[in-house]
């Protein structure tokens, strides 16, 4: 609520067009859209923008959208203004992370705010910033007019790779559909086979009533009431068989119903064999899939880890053993 709250101020105050950097500003954008300010912000151009630092710790797609540096008009702006307020706020932390509270209090109100000569400097800031943008135009002109000229290429040549690549990354996003078909279908009727592995491997040895249906698939015609040839003395053991018998027998068919549904909507009219070509390269994929989704946990999982180490132990706070103690 509170980056929502900045950029309605930020939207009232500033009557023109906006870049407002945020260290997350990829998912923030679509918060942006969706909230209430939504129509203010198409209106007035507001552009999100991932602070230059920050950019390099997100992936490639999101840099080419995102990134200062990618976008055209950000010039040296690096959007992280904040990171250095917060970076002079941490020589507080050694000082106030075991003080009271009424003395981390008044420590913290000597937070360095920004002082009034930062303000009068914003010319200088200005000038070196320009100075500087000159200079490396001036230095770099002719390498990139060389490499233009050796690939024939322009402006517009470029911005058109760079739309191709991040076009082709967005189509990396997901699977294609047909792939994703081929995993649903092999996991579908690797489901059938298991579970008519599952009946064959049932013991028949009380249902032996319709023995005609049993061995063609079909569930034995056991009157109601009436257990099939139970031996004397264990009616409740035949019972048991059957219903199991009959519990798989049901699974079975759900199975081969859902394998059928994919045939239909993929048109697969030959259904698979464990030998076929198409088979086996549908496997290779599903194990890739299940591959590439458990690495993705993986990393979440550490990312989640280091964030918990983070938070714990705080830096330049004198708590070295509290890592040790996580570790262990
Ligand atoms: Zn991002």
Redesign the pocket.
């Given at each position: 609520k509170y980056p929502l709250a900045i950029t309605d101020t930020v939207l009232r105050k500033c009557k023109c067009r906006v870049c407002l950097g945020y260290d997350?500003a990829?998912?923030f954008c679509a918060t942006l859209r969706n909230s209430s300010l939504g129509q203010a912000v198409k209106e007035q151009g507001l552009r999100c923008l991932?602070g230059a630092f920050h950019g390099y710790a997100?992936?490639r797609a999101?840099q080419l959208e995102?990134h200062p540096r990618n976008i055209e008009g950000c010039g040296y702006e690096d959007f992280e203004g904040c990171e250095r307020v917060f970076s002079a706020s941490n020589h507080l932390a050694p000082s106030t992370r075991h003080a009271s509270h009424t003395i981390g209090w008044r420590r913290s109100t000597h937070f360095p705010r920004t002082p009034p000569h930062d303000f009068c400097a914003s010319g200088d800031f200005l000038i070196t910033k320009h100075t500087a943008a000159v200079k490396t135009i001036r230095k770099n002109h002719r390498i990139v007019a060389y490499g233009l000229q050796k690939y024939q290429l322009d402006g517009d040549a470029l911005l058109e790779l760079q739309g191709q690549e991040y076009r082709y990354l967005k189509s990396l996003k997901k699977r294609p559909q047909s792939e994703l078909d081929q995993i649903e279908y092999l996991k579908a009727l690797n489901e059938f086979w298991l579970a008519e592995h599952e009946l064959q491997a049932t013991p028949r040895e009380f249902l032996r009533v319709d023995t005609a249906n049993i061995s063609s698939g079909k569930p034995p015609n056991i009157p109601s009431g009436k257990l099939p040839n139970a031996p004397s003395g264990k009616p409740r053991k035949a019972k048991k068989t059957l219903s199991t018998w009959e519990q798989i027998y049901a699974k079975v068919q759900r199975a081969e119903k859902k394998v059928e549904a994919v045939e239909a909507r993929l048109s697969i009219e030959q259904r698979w064999a464990e030998n076929d070509e198409a088979y086996q390269e549908a496997l290779k994929k599903s194990r890739e899939h299940a591959y590439r989704k458990a690495l993705d946990n993986l990393e979440r999982l550490m990312v989640q880890r280091l964030f918990e180490l983070e938070k714990s132990t705080m830096r330049a706070t004198g708590m070295p053993h509290a890592l040790s103690q996580i570790l262990s």
């Open positions: 997350i990829c998912a991932v997100h992936n999101c995102f």
